[in-house]
């Protein structure tokens, strides 16, 4: 089974940038759909960003235009370049696959944006 395993995340300031970078086991490559979610405190976790077929990218409005989703397929990995973060965008990041790509959840990354 695949696994996900999100190290980094960290506290930066309003206006701030941030890059996250979900370690994926296995072949990259065999897992089509992947996104990046996130859950705030309070609330449900939610998708922030996805990518399928390495290629078509979909994001949630609130942080389109701030956000992009990438893959690294040579590190294995799928990253989330944060920029302009507000402090709305704090909460623990997770990465999985999407639909029946989907794997056992891990631990997540805090990122908390605040002065």
């Known amino acids: 089974q695949v696994q996900f395993v999100e190290p980094g995340g960290g506290l930066v300031q309003p206006g701030g940038s941030l890059r996250l970078s979900c370690v994926v086991s296995g072949s990259i490559s065999n897992v089509a759909a992947m996104g990046w979610y996130r859950q705030a405190p309070g609330k449900q976790r939610e998708v922030v960003a996805t990518?399928?077929?390495?290629?078509?990218?979909h994001y949630t409005d609130s942080v389109k235009g701030r956000f992009t989703i990438s893959i690294d397929n040579a590190k294995n990995t799928v990253n989330l370049q944060m920029n302009s973060l507000k402090p709305e965008d704090t909460g623990v990041y997770f990465c999985?696959?999407?639909?029946?790509?989907?794997?056992?959840w891990g631990q997540g990354t805090q990122v908390t944006v605040s002065s």
């Open positions: 990518i399928a077929g390495g290629r078509v990218r």
């Open positions: 999985n696959g999407i639909g029946s790509y989907r794997s056992d």
